[in-house]
Structure formats: C-alpha cells, structure tokens
C-alpha cells in the first residue's frame, strides 16, 4: 500500500516558527500551480509501481485558504484516477478560522475523512504572539462544523513551551483540547528554527526560551494527562484514542512508499527518496516544460533532486523514523551487518533506562523520550 501527499504552500499570513515551505501574497499563481500539480500526477503517476493508494493527505502552507473550485479541481485531476475504495484515510490540513459551514460542504464534496485543524493554543495572547490569524474560541466552533458535517477523525495540534508560559498555562491548554473530545493530538515543543522569524527575536534578545527543566515538565504532563484520558501515545508527539493513529504519517515512520506532489513535496521509493524545488515559481516551470507521459524509472527523469538509497542510509532512516514509534524498531527486519551494530551501540542506553529490547524490538522507555535525538544520535551508523 503506498500514500500521496499533495502540498499547498499558500499562506494568508506567516507564523513566526514556521520553517516549512510555504508563501504569502502569490494568489495570483494558485490556478497555474494547480495545473502543475495534476500535470505532475500524470507524469509520476506510475512511480508508485502499481501500489494502490491507501492514504492522502493535502498539507502546507494552508489547504483550506482554496476554494471550493480550486479543491474540486485537485480532487477530479488527481483522485479521480485512483481506486477510493482503497482509500482507507483522507486527510486535509485546515485552520480553524476557515472551517464554515460552506467550506464543511466542501469537505464532503471531497470524499475527506480526516482533518487536521492547526489549533496550537488556547490562549489568545500566544496565538498574537504566533501570528496566527484564528483566535481561541473559533476551535471549538470549527469542531462543531466539522461534527455536524460527519467528520468522524480530527486532529488538532499544540504547541507548547511559550516565552515565559507557565505549567498552569500549559496545564488549561491541554484540558480544553481534551474537552473538545477529539481522536487525535499532535503536541510539539517550540522550535527556534534558524531562519525564522521567532529564531531572530531570540537571537536579538526580545524573547527568551524557556528552561529544558519547565519544557520537560510540560512533556511530561502532556504524556500523563493524554493518557490518562485514554489516547495511546504512540509516536513522539502523537497520541491518539484507539483506531485512529494516522495512517498517513505513520507510512514516514514504517517504509511505506508515497509520492509527493507539489512544491517542496518529498517521495519514497524504497530505493530512492527525491524532492521537488521549494520555490514556487520553479516547481511550476519545470512541471510545465515536461511532457506529460508517465514515467516508471525513477526520480532521475522526474524528481528536481534525488538520492539512491544504500544499505547505510536506510538503516539511519529506520534509527530517525521507527524508533520515535510505541514498536521501536524490528531488528529483525535489518540486515545482519547493521542489527550487530545497533544492539553493539544501543547497550549503553539500554543499562541507563533509555532503551529496552524486548520481543526482538528495540524501543524507547519512557526516560528514554525526553532524550530521543542524544539516543538515536548514538545509534546512527557512521562509515
């Protein structure tokens, strides 16, 4: 079974923490870059060798700032090639402020299963400081929509470790999200990622990170909360109740094939990873200047850049992917060379608390979370 993403990397404002691939002000190449997606679709189509398509997921950038047209026209140049009755999770990224009862319509219209609602807090003060353009109490108005539209599987997302947020602060957070009685939740730490807006107000000295003690706190109760009422923590910062992990994101963390379409967009082959050009402007003219003829050879005639991937590679793939899982990784799915080596360098972890090997799995404890990147930076293979 394989996936497909579709990127939209159109934005109404920027987020000061954003780091992926998304614009603002380019509406005026929302058309042709939809042309380019679905002219992208025919020329890749038989990259996945025939895999029928299991899930889809519309990410960005903001999905839901196109219009009901826009969407339909993705949906008819791209699903309708597609078996749906192999469609197990259909997933589209909104913001809260863009769930009406016109865009819910939509929704249906697009066969959607699944949303995924940028929330990242609760207080109106932090969403200002975030740049984001929902305010608070239009989450649980858009859960509502959503509700009464049939959509069965939401998601939302939280962020927490603020400049100067406290663990109450964090605290009511968590409990209004939980309130809302959704399937699933992804929760992340702050990131000062260079290049972004809020990495340059910390390197000015305007805001201050918060200490690694308070954000392990806030992890920590994050993970007690969730799961006391219920949700299986079953990937780093995902938690979901039972029956509805993402299938989607879960195919990145177990080897399963998907394509990627649109800009920025990466795809997986199992034998070659390859992604398209984070501009706009260059993803649109190098699609317009192919032919549109399918192509099975791999990301060499297609993908603006690629890599092959050796035995090496795909083994620190698993240590950055399987390992962030609940199953950790199956070392009996490695090649001999390599489950020598991880048990070799995993030891040391193991007598700390930080790993267990169980079942011929080797996984992360629940010490061993907090320290995820030091532990899987031990474990990477290096020639």
Not at 91 to 104: A, G, K, L, R, S
Not at 218 to 238: Q, V
Not at 309 to 326: C, G, K, M, P, Q
Request: overall charge negative.
């Amino acid at each position: 079974m394989a996936g497909i993403y579709v990127h939209i990397p159109f934005c109404a404002s920027r987020c000061i923490y954003c780091g992926f691939y998304s614009t603002t002000g380019k509406e005026n190449l929302q058309e042709r870059y939809i042309d380019a997606l679905i002219k992208e679709y025919r020329q890749r189509k038989n990259y996945l060798k025939g895999d029928k398509v299991r899930t889809i997921y519309i990410g960005g950038g903001t999905p839901s700032l196109l219009s009901r047209d826009s969407l339909l026209r993705i949906k008819n140049g791209i699903l309708s090639e597609i078996d749906i009755k192999s469609i197990e999770e259909f997933t589209i990224e909104c913001n809260p402020d863009d769930i009406t009862p016109d865009f819910v319509k939509t929704l249906r219209e697009l066969c959607v299963t699944r949303v995924s609602m940028g929330a990242q807090t609760f207080s109106d003060e932090r969403l200002r400081f975030l740049n984001r353009r929902h305010r608070s109490g239009q989450i649980p108005e858009a859960v509502m929509l959503l509700r009464e539209a049939g959509i069965k599987n939401i998601s939302i997302d939280l962020m927490f470790g603020f400049p100067k947020e406290t663990l109450a602060e964090w605290e009511k957070d968590i409990e209004t999200a939980l309130a809302l009685d959704v399937e699933h939740l992804s929760a992340y730490s702050l990131m000062y990622e260079e290049g972004t807006t809020l990495y340059r107000k910390k390197e000015s000295g305007e805001i201050s990170e918060i200490d690694e003690e308070l954000s392990a706190k806030m992890y920590e109760m994050l993970i007690d909360k969730l799961t006391d009422a219920g949700f299986e923590h079953y990937e780093i910062s995902n938690f979901a109740k039972s029956g509805y992990r993402s299938k989607h994101n879960s195919s990145y963390w177990n080897g399963t094939w998907y394509l990627g379409l649109g800009a920025a967009a990466h795809s997986y082959d199992g034998k070659t990873r390859g992604w398209n050009a984070d501009n706009i402007e260059g993803y649109i003219k190098f699609i317009e200047e192919k032919p549109e003829t399918g192509d099975d050879k791999g990301f060499c005639c297609q993908a603006m850049d690629y890599e092959v991937i050796d035995e090496a590679t795909s083994y620190n793939d698993i240590i950055t992917t399987a390992l962030r899982t609940r199953e950790g990784i199956d070392l009996g799915k490695l090649a001999d060379p390599y489950n020598i080596y991880i048990l070799r360098y995993a030891r040391k972890a193991i007598n700390k608390g930080l790993l267990e090997f169980e079942d011929n799995h080797l996984r992360l404890t629940r010490l061993g979370l907090f320290v995820s990147d030091d532990v899987m930076s031990d474990l990477i293979y290096v020639d």
